[in-house]
């Protein structure tokens, strides 16, 4: 258990629909990353966030938001949903700074389906 | 553009033996090379890292070689295990962010 938590773990909507990812950090990690991950693919990184404050973006679509609160926690919006959009979407941890922000602990995982 | 590929795709191994993956990246300014397992299910988890500095470390049963002469990275499994079995990452830092690899599918033959 790496100890970041998502939710949900399964979500299945509908093409045009609107979702919200919801993650957790680590117990004193500063550093929130999210990434999408398709089908037997890498990982592609979306957006992070360090202290509440964008840090760097990724190849995140217009259609995609994020924030990350001052409890730490995030949350990603996907509007307009497509059925491309269908994929594992991993959000991430560190403790925060550059010279942590290699070793990324890893949440379990929002696996979308969009229909 | 700056990439980080991996050379194959899947890598089918006998349970006992050593293991191979292989990493090749094309950017040459970051300070680390980072190797993760992501098991079946699962979000990937950090296994070992290399600062550019280094061309050798070695972890519990993996070893990571570094070769910046010809922009390429690997990872060595000794004693191959059945929970072994996973996709395997190579990922470079830049800066704030992880550049990462397309992943080596590890198959382990019994």
């Known amino acids: 258990d790496s100890g970041v938590t998502q939710t949900p773990k399964h979500l299945i909507t509908a093409t045009g629909q609107r979702v919200t990812l919801r993650c957790s950090p680590r117990?004193?990690?500063?550093?929130v990353y999210w990434y999408q991950q398709s089908l037997d693919q890498g990982l592609q990184f979306l957006i992070q966030?360090?202290?509440?404050?964008?840090?760097a973006k990724g190849n995140i679509l217009e259609r995609f938001s994020a924030q990350q609160f001052p409890d730490l926690h995030s949350e990603l919006n996907l509007s307009s949903l497509e059925l491309g959009d269908s994929a594992l979407y991993f959000c991430a941890s560190s403790p925060g700074g550059t010279a942590s922000s290699y070793e990324q602990y890893f949440g379990p995982g929002t696996r979308l389906t969009v229909t | 553009g700056e990439s980080v590929g991996l050379h194959l795709p899947t890598l089918s191994v006998q349970e006992g033996d050593n293991s191979i993956i292989n990493c090749a990246y094309s950017n040459s300014a970051s300070d680390y090379f980072i190797w993760y397992k992501q098991e079946s299910g699962k979000g990937p988890q950090f296994i070992i890292d290399?600062?550019?500095n280094m061309d050798k470390r070695q972890g519990q049963r993996v070893t990571v070689l570094l070769n910046k002469t010809v922009k390429h990275l690997s990872l060595q499994i000794a004693a191959t295990q059945p929970g072994d079995s996973a996709v395997y990452f190579c990922?470079?830092?830049?800066?704030?962010?992880?550049?990462w690899g397309a992943g080596t599918k590890l198959i382990i033959k019994p």
């Open positions: 966030y360090y202290n509440g404050e964008e840090r």
């Open positions: 117990s004193g990690d500063l550093s």
């Open positions: 290399i600062r550019s």
């Open positions: 990922a470079e830092k830049k800066n704030y962010q992880l550049i």
